[in-house]
């Protein structure tokens, strides 16, 4: 039956050809579509398990770049039961490097407390050094860089050179390689020196990397970090913040920082406050003090007696979170990210399998005699049926072979092409899938035809041929 199918194809090689090209195209989109998802999970799987400790950052900001905390937590942190090291982070964009402006990919400049970082037992960039050395307590406060192996090779810049980071000169003393598109993009600076060129808050920082000591659980640890933070208030988050932010923060001194001071201002008329560049850290203290004496002046006043007043519980200014929790985030942006591939995904498919309906049914239609004298020569409807199945399953089966076969080549390419850009992975899985698939949709393509065909009687078919 197969031979048959086979040749039957052949016999009409055009028709039969642009059927096959049409789903072997959408076979590879498909492959080419999901694998830039699964690319996706992989990156960020591997840059996960690399980071085993905890992060601690503002509530509701997605990454660290977007958080802001007082600097001052540090020592408190650090006495918890269970923890073992507690590394300050700074993070802020690179709006330009070497005099050119940075948009694709990111770069990041990422300050460091260096004796903090040091301690670590698995540091991710102290364990990917290449070349070079990591930044060492000798380089507090001075402008030395570490930078990845990919943005040494952007900017053709080696250990013992100088890099331009937003117009100011950074000698380089190390390059690092992990092997992540989200870790190979950092920048790693003294975070004295950023708060120093004054791009950043004196009294605050993007969040802190906290190395639990074994003893405990990293939900336990991250459950006594809330505990300690919950009733603190945030005194962080000044213009020069989201100045820094915005990259257009300038050393202190330059012609332009009175500019940025002009620019603070301005922002904190918009957002409705007169808060001070680097306002002073609260006294926790002071203010239970105030609002002991606010409500006790409401029960002068005929207000809410002292034993019945309600003690509300204040959300908590802090989020501690680990590898998991960022992973599972991903995968509810995964989940949304795979129905939008598999929509356009299916609008290809529906025109491919069109397309070998439209060929099957001209093709049951100009060989309507042939059926009626196969069905006269003994052939039975179900015969009919297979040998058309077999054709249409037979181009479904080639498209899925070459599209899966073109889809994986293009996803080796772009990788070699762009390996600090993009990540696309066709897994094993996704291609047998892409086969599958496609056979299953010719089978499907082909089933209308053939049941029209199964059901012309003999004379019927003759007489309509």
Same mark, same amino acid.
């Given at each position: 039956?197969?031979?048959?199918?086979?040749?039957?194809?052949?016999?009409?090689?055009?028709?039969?050809?642009?059927?096959?090209?049409?789903?072997?195209?959408?076979?590879?989109?498909?492959?080419?579509?999901?694998?830039?998802?699964?690319?996706?999970?992989?990156?960020?799987?591997?840059?996960?398990?690399?980071?085993?400790?905890?992060?601690?950052?503002?509530?509701?900001?997605?990454?660290?770049?977007?958080?802001?905390?007082?600097?001052?937590?540090?020592?408190?942190?650090?006495?918890?039961?269970?923890?073992?090291?507690?590394?300050?982070?700074?993070?802020?964009?690179?709006?330009?490097?070497?005099?050119?402006?940075?948009?694709?990919?990111?770069?990041?400049?990422?300050?460091?407390?260096?004796?903090?970082?040091?301690?670590?037992?698995?540091?991710?960039?102290?364990?990917?050094?290449?070349?070079?050395?990591?930044?060492?307590?000798?380089?507090?406060?001075?402008?030395?860089?570490?930078?990845?192996?990919?943005?040494?090779?952007?900017?053709?810049?080696?250990?013992?050179?100088?890099?331009?980071?937003?117009?100011?000169?950074?000698?380089?003393?190390?390059?690092?390689?992990?092997?992540?598109?989200?870790?190979?993009?950092?920048?790693?600076?003294? =975070?004295?020196?950023?708060?120093? +060129?004054?791009?950043?808050? &004196? %009294?605050?920082?993007?969040?802190?990397?906290? %190395?639990?000591?074994? !003893?405990?659980?990293?939900?336990?640890?991250?459950?006594?970090?809330?505990?300690?933070?919950?009733?603190?208030?945030?005194?962080?988050?000044?213009?020069?913040?989201?100045?820094?932010?915005?990259?257009?923060? &300038?050393?202190?001194? !330059?012609?332009?920082?009175?500019?940025?001071?002009?620019?603070?201002?301005?922002?904190?008329?918009?957002?409705?406050?007169?808060?001070?560049?680097?306002?002073?850290?609260?006294?926790?203290?002071?203010?239970?003090?105030?609002?002991?004496?606010?409500?006790?002046?409401?029960? %002068?006043?005929?207000?809410?007696?002292?034993?019945?007043?309600?003690?509300?519980?204040?959300?908590?200014?802090?989020?501690?979170?680990?590898?998991?929790?960022? !992973?599972?985030?991903?995968?509810?942006?995964?989940?949304?990210?795979?129905?939008?591939?598999?929509?356009?995904?299916?609008?290809?498919?529906?025109?491919?399998? +069109?397309?070998?309906?439209?060929?099957?049914?001209?093709?049951?239609?100009?060989?309507?005699?042939?059926?009626?004298?196969?069905?006269?020569?003994?052939?039975?409807?179900?015969?009919?049926?297979?040998?058309?199945?077999?054709?249409?399953?037979?181009?479904?089966?080639? =498209?899925?072979?070459?599209?899966?076969?073109?889809?994986?080549?293009?996803?080796?390419?772009?990788?070699?092409?762009?390996?600090?850009?993009?990540?696309?992975?066709?897994?094993?899985? +996704?291609?047998?899938?892409?086969?599958?698939?496609?056979?299953?949709?010719?089978? +499907?393509?082909?089933?209308?035809?053939?049941?029209?065909?199964?059901?012309?009687?003999?004379?019927?078919?003759?007489?309509?041929?």
């Amino acid at each position: 039956m197969w031979k048959f199918a086979l040749r039957n194809l052949f016999s009409r090689p055009a028709r039969s050809a642009l059927s096959l090209l049409g789903l072997t195209v959408a076979i590879a989109g498909m492959v080419g579509l999901f694998s830039v998802a699964r690319g996706l999970e992989q990156t960020f799987d591997r840059s996960f398990k690399s980071i085993p400790g905890l992060i601690v950052m503002q509530a509701g900001a997605p990454i660290p770049l977007f958080s802001r905390l007082p600097k001052n937590w540090k020592a408190d942190m650090e006495r918890i039961p269970g923890v073992h090291v507690v590394a300050p982070e700074i993070w802020m964009r690179a709006n330009i490097i070497e005099e050119k402006p940075v948009m694709a990919p990111p770069r990041f400049l990422f300050g460091v407390d260096i004796p903090s970082r040091i301690k670590l037992r698995k540091g991710v960039y102290t364990e990917s050094m290449i070349v070079g050395r990591f930044l060492s307590p000798d380089d507090a406060g001075q402008r030395r860089v570490v930078i990845s192996r990919q943005i040494a090779e952007e900017h053709l810049k080696k250990v013992g050179d100088t890099l331009s980071v937003n117009s100011i000169e950074f000698e380089i003393v190390g390059l690092y390689h992990v092997g992540s598109l989200l870790l190979d993009v950092a920048i790693l600076v003294d =975070g004295d020196t950023l708060r120093q +060129l004054g791009w950043f808050d &004196q %009294e605050a920082v993007s969040g802190y990397y906290v %190395e639990p000591d074994g !003893s405990a659980s990293n939900e336990e640890v991250g459950r006594r970090l809330k505990e300690l933070l919950q009733d603190r208030p945030l005194t962080t988050g000044s213009p020069m913040s989201l100045l820094a932010l915005a990259g257009l923060g &300038q050393p202190s001194g !330059s012609s332009q920082s009175k500019s940025s001071n002009a620019v603070g201002f301005m922002l904190r008329a918009l957002a409705g406050t007169n808060t001070p560049a680097s306002p002073p850290v609260a006294d926790q203290s002071s203010e239970e003090s105030a609002t002991d004496a606010n409500l006790n002046r409401k029960d %002068e006043l005929g207000g809410l007696t002292p034993s019945v007043r309600p003690k509300s519980r204040t959300p908590s200014p802090v989020e501690v979170r680990n590898a998991s929790d960022f !992973s599972d985030r991903f995968k509810e942006l995964s989940e949304d990210l795979n129905l939008i591939l598999a929509l356009l995904t299916g609008i290809g498919m529906t025109i491919a399998v +069109l397309s070998i309906v439209n060929t099957m049914l001209m093709s049951v239609t100009e060989r309507v005699i042939e059926f009626g004298v196969l069905k006269a020569n003994g052939w039975s409807p179900w015969d009919v049926l297979k040998l058309i199945t077999f054709e249409s399953a037979t181009l479904g089966l080639g =498209g899925g072979v070459l599209g899966g076969l073109i889809g994986w080549t293009v996803t080796i390419v772009v990788n070699a092409r762009w390996p600090d850009r993009v990540n696309l992975f066709a897994s094993p899985g +996704l291609l047998v899938f892409s086969v599958v698939f496609s056979t299953v949709v010719g089978l +499907l393509g082909g089933l209308y035809p053939a049941v029209w065909a199964m059901r012309l009687s003999p004379m019927e078919a003759i007489r309509r041929g």
